[in-house]
């Protein structure tokens, strides 16, 4: 199962300053993903970046469970933790 981050563009911003959130979005989803091979972190990859939105996907097999947690495991909510740090730059 995949794991899918999805960022809208703050009222405001302008194109450059979305270009630059979108970079490090993709930067701080990364760095937020629990490395173990590196391959979980090296699955993220750009879905869409359009003006209004951003999507990132993963599709390692174990993504979702490494995200989201299971009965055994803690959830790592690495889409969270972006979310928040994107949040936090943008001014939100």
Do not use: C
Request: without cysteine; hydrophobic residues 40%; proline residues 8%.
């Amino acid at each position: 199962m995949a794991v899918t981050f999805k960022y809208k563009r703050p009222p405001g911003m302008t194109r450059l300053q979305w270009v630059r959130l979108a970079s490090l979005a993709m930067h701080a989803v990364k760095k937020d993903t629990p490395v173990d091979t590196g391959h979980l972190r090296a699955s993220w990859s750009p879905v869409s970046v359009t003006q209004r939105q951003l999507i990132l996907r993963n599709d390692a097999p174990y993504a979702e469970f490494v995200n989201d947690g299971t009965p055994h495991m803690a959830p790592r909510d690495m889409t969270g933790k972006a979310t928040s740090t994107l949040n936090d730059l943008a001014g939100r």
